[in-house]
């Protein structure tokens, strides 16, 4: 039984990183609509406003609620918590924070309020990854020592990410210098 639960419980976080991934595309993506001229500009936002609520409400809500449900199955099932386990846990309450808070920005843009830039947003989308990264190296790993190395090299993926958002954002805006 254990092991078909874990197997749900990988498959649902697999969807629910796929949506928390996608939703903060789509949340860029909508933004820059805005620069766009109309009609365009409305089609576009519409658009996104609704690929938006399918993906948040037919596919990441419901990830985020079934992780919650065959993760705690598994722990009651293994019958203990190892020390890995305990760490594991504080980033996947990270996660939901991450969850609740792109839940916030999402309803924001339903009614047309863009809190934030599309270079904010591209950095938002990150954090997930470095959530991803956290997670996985710690499910592997399992042993605090290893977790302890698997931070620092987080800390340094956390550091190359900004700079290549960084990159990306001087790159784009050079490329729009030379199309104006």
Do not use: C
Not at 16 to 36: D, K, N, P
Not at 97 to 103: D, R, T
């Amino acid at each position: 039984m254990y092991l078909y639960i874990k197997a749900l419980h990988i498959i649902f976080i697999v969807t629910w990183f796929a949506g928390l991934f996608y939703i903060v595309r789509l949340f860029v993506y909508h933004t820059e609509a805005q620069s766009a001229e109309e009609p365009r500009r409305s089609i576009l936002q519409e658009q996104f406003k609704i690929m938006m609520k399918r993906l948040w409400y037919g596919i990441t809500w419901p990830s985020a609620v079934l992780t919650l449900i065959f993760g705690p199955w598994m722990v009651i099932l293994l019958g203990d918590i190892p020390g890995w386990l305990w760490v594991k846990l504080v980033f996947v309450l990270g996660l939901y924070i991450y969850h609740f808070i792109l839940h916030g920005i999402f309803k924001g843009f339903l009614k047309d309020q863009f809190r934030y830039t599309s270079t904010q947003l591209r950095v938002w989308n990150e954090v997930a990854t470095i959530f991803l990264v956290a997670i996985v190296f710690l499910v592997v790993l399992k042993s605090l020592l290893s977790m302890v190395w698997a931070l620092v090299g987080l800390v340094a993926f956390t550091g190359v990410l900004l700079i290549a958002i960084r990159l990306y954002k001087k790159a784009r805006e050079a490329r729009e210098k030379k199309s104006s």
